[in-house]
């Protein structure tokens, strides 16, 4: 179905060559694009400061505790201190209150820090500027790049996504067969060496489909064919894999190569394949490609066909993180909910489901709302869809010892949210904690909102 | 080799008329003939309804000089016995490109290539280079063998030929398919004019949609009109001068599907022309629309082939609308035919012309009756095109354009003889070979065996058997009686051949030939048995038409068997959001009478309503979308800085599965925009989402908007390709508006100038231009503009343009920065129609916020929330939650901002967006809160009528896989019968946004984030 994901933006790009002209731009355009990427480069400064070490035990008494595992403690306690969850219970739970900063948050919902897979918060800032753009390499098999040293914590974009509730991101890269490597991280911090969870957690393959957009150039017409030239592309693909993992048998190789290098953790499993698929035929292929290449742990990532495969996933033990929900069915006769009632449908099917919001980036504050979609569209049960959004994405990731549930021991990364953070309606964050350090809310919009508010003096209304 | 001596015959027939053109000298010697001939004892179809049986047909000089039972025939008159045949009138095609020049596509337009700005046409033609009246087909015409012999071997003598290149494509021809000079194969010329939507061989940027199309077609009806009467003083224009010699021509309009036609008629109908229509083969799914259109219809017999379906997941990708079409395109024709409408069959639009018999005989298993087909291929055409005294019946004085038959022209088993093209023979078929089919005794000296002839008559198929089980195939030519035939009679041995050569004697074959031994053997096959022949057909029997399913309002998917229709409908115990001054009304009813909000109250009650119950429930007006693309076939006529003159309402697309889809979000009426490719861009559409319904049915007239934009779009700065288009910058935007703004203002001073004088002789009438009409209309406040918008200097520029001029912006759309300017928006009266949290895609939206329409509703701009997009637009009633969510709105304001907000920016708060008694009955009945991310609508009404509802999408689907999995079994059992299937591509349906360019975004293409801005 789709080529691969590259950013949205050059999708539209690439069509708008197709469209009129140029497959390059004029000179006068980069000379442009330079200007325009200095002046408008992000500005560090506006950006509130990374919050400080947590250097008093906080407790939050008196919220619905959403743990992210389908348990919810009504009036619950969640205590933290070093930014460890030292107790997680109900009103009964004790813990030292002199020492200890108390936060009264009766009627307010606390919830784990959300996860979003498959972003490119912080590799491009504004995808239509080619200058503010880093989430795609040149070429077609990118194992060795990663998206871990592109990544701006300076981005203004990563601010708007706190304010709903996402306090992790994947950093994902994206193009070519082989994108290369992903890194959790968390979003605050100074640099990207402080703000990564962990490292390369996977390197991402796009399979090629077995339908790929053909364009004529006579017409303009755009269509999708059965791709013809996905079998060299595949036969690449298998080269590359064997190579690798012979190449992983040896300890200190003479010549060393840097590509071959970075598939190492797929073999020994401490990294994950994350396999974009969405045509029932190729997530079948792409599983079986990468068993018999000996990747350990394959990951489906789109999968909007993968209704057809429930069972092929489920013997084979196959995380699928879905791509954008918010969509149209992809065929005119697919019932008109199909993509909101997917999730459900798959996770009742007994698939394991993250949600993630199709690899883009400023929209990923919305991923909370995918997950809402789907519980209400999909009669799923709201913690359920919670799990989609936190302690799932966790266990993909190999995060899960430290987020994804609030849960004694692991990381105080986590929300004070008005109401349901699912549903718009209530998804108000009142306070952010990543590792314990009390995150600043400020953002971009809110000051711009306090700014006009004092213009026009309506604050009041 | 008969090929090659039918060739040397219509050659050696071609040689002898050659000369035939007086005034050309003559290199050699005089060869006119009498040429008269007769046609003794046949059943002659004067016309489709008038038969002589045993008639005589009298030709002289290609002309038919008598025709009937007891003909005197002169001496000197070659007589043809045709006992047992009949004779039909030749068969005439009004579709056609015969004769007529290659139409080269310009590649301009692909990478590299600049924009084409103005007409390449060198010369003093007018200003489009897609308008072509001056082409004339007969002055383009060449004869071409091959093309003819083609037509020829179908039965045709009379093609109508144009020059398939543009929007107007200019005059056709009529001329015969005789291999001759083409002084004498013109029969009339200019006979016809011809249109079409497509603008051909044209790279000129403008038209690049539709409605661009018909806009400069309308134009062009203007602008011919002005140059009769003024212009021709003003300028030189053959091409308006050519246009307006077209006018009193028949004029076929080349549409491309059921739409198309019917924007065609409507064009039509504005110039009181009534158009032919060539056809698609897809007008049965709206017989009632095309019949209304009061149009002749020009109907291919192109029945799509079947997709192959063994795969079960690649099956999916074939839609349903496909499936039915395979299904019903063959019973298209009888449909048109049961309808009453007028018709002509054209062999246009077929893979290959063989497929016309085929596909014409299945048109008729399918219902079409063989009278209206005969007529549909002579008597029709030849009236439309006002030659039915020379043509399409064989009556005395019509020229001998004939075609003799073995039998039923419409039989499977029926062949053409001849063909004659005023009174010149073209031979199809041997006439005088016998019929040889049947069992013969083969007696070599040394071997004996059978020998059968089956097959066609003049094709036939040979098999020889020499013991009872070994079937063997011979090699065999068989030419004016003498026969060659060789064949392996020992399988074992395959280079052993025995040859025989002979010549028909009697009823059987005899001759001499070699074993494949070497010895000389004598040989002969007796007739043992002729072929048995099943008892021909009588004209008047017939199998009943196969079932082909019923159609659907619209023809997809889900969609309806009937319309819905409004009913009287009681809401019961709802709790009620009025996005009015009532505000929300908890346990309440509402009452639906003819399509209206009839009552609302508590414990209503009303005899023969439906009840529905409310309890838990959550009614709200429909929601309304303020930007919307969907149901369109074209969006940007981005070809022009302005293009004022395009209208939305053109290319309404009422099949758009995304209309349904939004009645799954609880949307009921949608504002159709123009692009955002331009400053200026076109004339919206506001439709009420009406599933099921023709175009009309879905707008609302008295909607007059038009679109425009600003910033990025307009100057293209992300194209990333030269552009030369103006302007490049936002001070060019600027000055677009001034200078159009300007020039409309002076277009109306000439124009009350001149309506108020009172002596109009002799005054030239100024030149009427649709464009600045629009213009006008906002000057005067009788059309409103919604202007995509986003950084806060170029709407306050807009602002200040519209001020200095006299006018108003109604609704800045999009217009991400409009809480910078929210009190000079205020201050001009301007709305504001916001992305709920778009932001980040590009430059100019970098300052967008979440909070916009917060800020703007709290400073006093009326604020609406819009999509942009069918798959938000069904989700509308969330964005609008956001506003709750970013700056704290009441929950009642923030769903007026989808309800009756749009309603009064749209100027339709009289009649829709509130729940009040007299209002139009539309609404949405939800499981849920309404701003719930949880809820969704178990009713969506429009008018009264039910056209979303739970339990019917649930029907909807159960129908709809029911009717795939028939429709699958039929397509395999189709292909295992031995029709070709195909492959099933991949099919997505296009995705409208602003920035779409006609032909770019196809089906199949992905959408991305930023395109719908």
């Known amino acids: 179905m789709r080529t691969g994901r590259p950013s949205n933006y050059s999708i539209k790009v690439h069509k708008l060559y197709f469209a009129q002209a140029s497959y390059f731009l004029r000179p006068i355009s980069y000379f442009l694009l330079l200007i325009s990427g200095l002046l408008f480069q992000p500005v560090s400064a506006q950006n509130p400061a990374p919050a400080k070490p947590q250097t008093k035990p906080i407790a939050l008494v008196g919220g619905t505790v959403h743990v992210g595992n389908g348990t919810v403690i009504d009036k619950g306690t969640v205590v933290f201190d070093k930014g460890i969850l030292t107790a997680v219970g109900d009103a009964s739970t004790t813990f030292d209150r002199n020492a200890t900063e108390v936060i009264d948050v009766t009627g307010k919902h606390l919830y784990p820090g959300l996860i979003a897979m498959g972003a490119t918060t912080g590799l491009v800032e504004i995808s239509s500027v080619r200058a503010t753009t880093d989430n795609q ?57 402080d703000a990564v969870l962990k490292k390369d957690d996977g390197l991402w393959l796009t399979w090629p489909p077995f339908f790929a957009r053909e364009f004529n150039f006579e017409d303009f017409s755009v269509s999708l064919q059965r791709n013809s030239r996905r079998q060299e592309v595949i036969n690449n693909l298998a080269q590359l894999f064997s190579d690798a993992r012979a190449y992983s048998q040896i300890k200190n190789p003479s010549i060393t190569n840097l590509k071959l290098e970075a598939l190492r953790g797929l073999f020994s499993g401490n990294q994950n394949l994350y396999i974009r698929a969405d045509n029932s035929k190729d997530i079948i292929e792409a599983v079986k490609f990468a068993k018999s290449h000996g990747v350990q742990k394959p990951v489906i990532v789109g999968a909007e066909d993968a209704l057809r495969v429930v069972d092929f996933l489920k013997e084979n033990n196959i995380p699928v993180v879905l791509g954008e929900t918010h969509r149209l069915p992809n065929r005119q006769d697919e019932p008109v909910y199909q993509p909101y009632q997917l999730p ?74 008005k109401g349901d953070i699912l549903d718009m309606r209530s998804n108000g964050i009142e306070h952010a904690f990543i590792r314990g350090r009390k995150t600043d809310l400020d953002d971009r919009h809110k000051r711009q909102y306090k700014k006009y508010n004092d213009k026009y003096d309506i604050g009041n209304k | 080799m008969k090929k090659l001596i039918t060739l040397l015959i219509t050659v050696s027939v071609c040689t002898s008329i050659w000369a035939q053109t007086p005034t050309f000298p003559r290199n050699g010697v005089y060869d006119e003939r009498p040429e008269l001939y007769a ?33 005197q025939i002169p001496n000197g008159t070659v007589v043809n016995d045709l006992k047992g045949k009949r004779i039909y009138p030749a068969l005439i095609d009004m579709e056609s490109d015969y004769g007529m020049p290659e139409v080269k596509r310009t590649q301009g337009g692909g990478r590299g290539t600049p924009q084409q700005i103005e007409s390449n046409k060198k010369g003093a033609y007018g200003w489009n280079q897609a308008l072509n009246p001056e082409t004339e087909a007969g002055k383009l015409f060449t004869v071409n063998n091959a093309k003819a012999d083609e037509m020829r071997k179908l039965g045709f003598a009379t093609v109508l030929t144009h020059h398939h290149d543009g929007i107007v494509r200019g005059s056709g021809a009529l001329v015969t398919l005789a291999t001759d000079s083409e002084n004498s194969v013109i029969i009339r010329s200019p006979v016809s004019a011809h249109l079409s939507f497509s603008k051909g061989s044209s790279g000129q940027q403008y038209p690049n949609s539709p409605m661009g199309a018909m806009a400069l077609l309308r134009q062009t009806y203007y602008d011919a009109e002005w140059y009769k009467n003024a212009g021709k003083n003003v300028e030189y224009n053959i091409s308006l001068d050519a246009f307006n010699a077209l006018s009193g021509l028949p004029t076929v309009f080349e549409a ?132 039915d005294d020379k043509v399409g019946s064989l009556k005395t004085g019509a020229w001998a354009n004939f075609i003799i038959t073995s039998g039923n022209l419409f039989n499977a088993d029926n062949v053409i003889y001849e063909n004659w093209i005023r009174g010149k023979k073209y031979i199809i078929n041997n006439i005088n070979q016998a019929d040889i089919r049947g069992t013969y005794n083969l007696s070599m000296e040394a071997e004996k065996g059978k020998l059968i002839i089956s097959g066609k008559p003049e094709k036939p198929d040979y098999q020889i058997v020499l013991s009872d089980t070994v079937k ?39 001759g001499s030939g070699e074993t494949a031994k070497g010895t000389p053997t004598k040989w002969e096959a007796a007739l043992q048995e002729p072929i048995k022949l099943a008892e021909a057909r009588r004209d008047s029997t017939r199998k009943p038409a196969p079932n082909v399913g019923k159609p659907l309002f619209p023809f997809v998917g889900f969609g309806n068997a009937e319309k819905p229709k409004s009913e009287t409908l009681l809401i019961k115990n709802a709790t009620v959001w009025t996005s009015d001054d009532a505000g929300m009304l908890p346990n309440s009813d509402v009452l639906v009478e003819n399509g209206k909000i009839a009552r609302i109250g508590k414990n209503l009650s009303a005899a023969n309503a439906r009840v529905i119950d409310g309890t838990g429930k959550h009614l709200t007006p429909g929601i309304i979308d303020e930007h919307s693309h969907i149901a369109l076939f074209s969006i940007n006529e981005g070809g022009q800085s302005s293009s004022a003159e395009v209208r939305m309402s053109d290319v309404i697309n009422p099949d758009d599965i995304n209309i349904y889809r939004q009645l799954a979000g609880g949307v009921t009426m949608s504002q159709l925009l123009h692009g955002s490719a331009n400053s200026i861009g076109g004339q919206s559409a506001v439709v009420k989402l009406k599933w099921g319904g023709n175009v009309s049915d879905m707008l609302l007239p ?52 001149y309506n108020s004088m009172k002596t109009k002789i002799g005054m ?86 979440p909070y916009n329409a917060a ?21 509308l009633n969330q964005e609008a939650a956001k506003a709750v969510e970013y700056g704290g709105i009441a929950e009642t304001e923030a769903l007026k901002m989808v309800t009756i907000n749009p309603a009064k920016i749209m100027h339709l708060d009289k009649r829709t967006g509130s729940i009040k008694t007299g209002k139009d009955a539309d609404l949405v009945l939800w499981n849920n809160h309404p701003l719930s991310i949880y809820a969704r609508p178990d009713y969506t009404i429009v008018e009264g009528a039910i056209y979303y509802s739970t339990e019917g999408d649930d029907k909807r689907r159960d129908e709809v896989e029911k009717e795939r999995a028939r429709l699958v079994q039929k397509m395999i059992s189709a292909k295992t019968g031995g029709a070709t299937a195909i492959r099933p591509p991949f099919r997505r349906q296009r995705m409208w946004h602003c920035e779409d360019v006609e032909g770019v975004m196809a089906e199949g293409e992905e959408q991305s984030e930023e395109e719908k801005k």
């Open chain 2, 39 to 71: 046609f003794t004892n046949a059943t002659i179809y004067i016309d489709a309804r008038n038969v002589l049986e045993n008639g005589t047909l009298l030709i002289k000089n290609g002309v038919i000089v008598g025709v009937g039972k007891d003909l």
């Open chain 1, 344 to 417: 459900s449908l798959l996770q009742k099917a007994g698939v394991t489901v993250a949600l993630s919001y199709g690899e883009a980036y400023w929209r990923t504050r919305n991923l909370p709302f995918v997950a809402g979609t789907a519980a209400g569209f999909g009669n799923l049960d709201r913690e359920e869809a919670l799990k989609m959004i936190t302690s799932i994405p966790a266990k993909i990731l190999g995060v899960d010892k430290q987020v994804g549930t609030l849960e004694k021991g692991k990381l105080a990364t986590l929300v004070v949210c």
């Open chain 2, 256 to 387: 491309t599907d059921k739409w198309s036609l019917l924007r065609a008629d409507k064009l039509g109908n504005e110039f009181k022309t009534q158009y032919i229509f060539r056809g698609n083969g897809d007008e049965y799914q709206r017989i009632d629309e095309i019949k209304a259109s009061g149009g002749t219809l020009i109907v291919p017999l192109n029945f799509p082939a079947a997709f192959d379906v063994e795969d079960v997941w690649d099956a999916d990708n074939v839609s349903l609308a496909e499936m039915k079409h395979w299904e019903m395109a063959p019973a298209n024709a009888a449909a048109i035919e049961k309808a009453g409408v007028s018709f002509v069959l054209t062999s246009a639009l077929l893979k290959t012309k063989t497929e016309f018999w085929t596909n014409l005989r299945k048109a008729i298993e399918y219902g079409l009756s063989e009278t209206k087909a005969l007529e549909a291929l002579t008597t029709v055409p030849a009236q439309l095109l006002k030659c």
């Open chain 2, 855 to 875: 800020i703007l509703t709290k400073v006093g701009v009326l604020t609406s929330i819009n999509s942009d997009d069918a798959e938000m637009a069904r989700r």
């Open chain 1, 137 to 193: 390499e040149i070429g077609a098999l990118n194992p060795n790049v990663r998206a871990l040293v592109a990544y701006n914590t300076d981005s203004e974009v990563i601010p708007t996504l706190r304010n709903n509730g996402l306090l992790l991101t994947q950093a994902t890269p994206q193009g070519g067969t082989i994108s290369g490597s992903s890194s959790v991280m968390e979003l605050d911090g100074w640099n990207w060496e």
């Open chain 2, 764 to 849: 030239p009438v100024p030149r009427r231009d649709i464009e600045l009409d629009a213009l006008v209309e906002i000057l005067n406040a009788k059309r409103f503009i919604t202007c995509h918008s986003y950084v806060q200097s170029e709407i306050n520029m807009l602002l200040k343009v519209a001020d200095s001029l006299g006018f108003k912006i109604n609704t800045f759309t999009h217009i991400l920065e409009g809480y910078k300017v929210a009190d000079k928006m205020k201050k001009h009266g301007a709305a504001g129609s916001s992305f709920a949290d778009w932001w980040a895609y590009k430059m100019e939206v970098k300052d967008a916020i």
């Open chain 2, 472 to 510: 063997i195939t011979p090699k065999v030519t068989y030419l004016n009686d003498v026969i060659s035939l060789n064949f392996q009679p020992d399988r074992k041995a395959p280079n052993a051949t025995t040859r025989l050569t002979g010549y028909r004697e009697g009823t059987g074959f005899k």
């Open chain 2, 702 to 753: 008295e909607a007059q908007f038009i679109k425009f934009a600003l910033g990025e779009n307009v100057k293209q700065a992300n194209s990333g390709n030269p552009t030369s288009r103006y302007p490049q910058t936002r001070m060019g935007v600027e000055q677009v508006f001034m200078d159009h703004f300007t020039r409309a203002r002076e277009y109306e001073r000439a124009w009350d100038s």
